[in-house]
């Protein structure tokens, strides 16, 4: 069963498809206690077994934002503001978590959400825990 999430930045500049193997009640949300993720209120998903597929129709709009251990790019769009979600790339394709609060129909604020910290993490353990966690990336069109 593939359950499909869309979602993007309120300009509509990023768009994504977000297909996942389970609802989010059994994938569960996070909240990272980074100051980036604070600052933006994000709520986090991925899924191992699923899919996302991202496109952006004005790159000169996307802003690719690292900070920390620069390992992943947080994806902005540069007209709205918005921050759709963070990309662990390789290659074409990459890894990727998504803000639910972007989707077309967003969870209730009231979701459950599960607290977490990482800043323990090295380079290689967090981009091992990535690889692991986070959605395969099937398109990236830009």
């Known amino acids: 069963m593939r359950i499909r999430f869309e979602g993007g930045c309120h300009c509509g500049?990023?768009?994504?498809?977000?297909?996942?193997?389970?609802?989010?009640?059994?994938?569960?949300?996070?909240?990272?206690?980074?100051?980036?993720?604070?600052?933006h209120g994000a709520r986090n998903a991925?899924?191992?077994?699923?899919?996302?597929?991202?496109?952006?129709?004005?790159?000169?709009?996307l802003v690719r934002y690292r900070f920390g251990l620069k390992t992943a790019d947080f994806?902005?769009?540069?007209?709205?503001?918005v921050y759709i979600g963070a990309l662990l790339p390789d290659g074409e394709h990459g890894w990727f978590t998504v803000n639910v609060n972007t989707f077309c129909e967003p969870p209730p604020l009231d979701f459950p959400l599960q607290p977490v910290v990482y800043d323990s993490e090295d380079i290689g353990g967090r981009v091992d825990r990535r690889k692991t966690k986070w959605t395969p990336v099937a398109s990236f069109r830009v």
């Open 75 to 81: 994806l902005l769009c540069a007209s709205c503001g």
């Open 13 to 39: 500049n990023l768009w994504y498809a977000f297909e996942t193997s389970a609802g989010l009640e059994a994938l569960g949300l996070r909240a990272c206690m980074c100051s980036f993720c604070r600052a």
């Open 46 to 61: 991925s899924d191992p077994n699923g899919t996302m597929r991202i496109d952006v129709r004005g790159v000169d709009r």
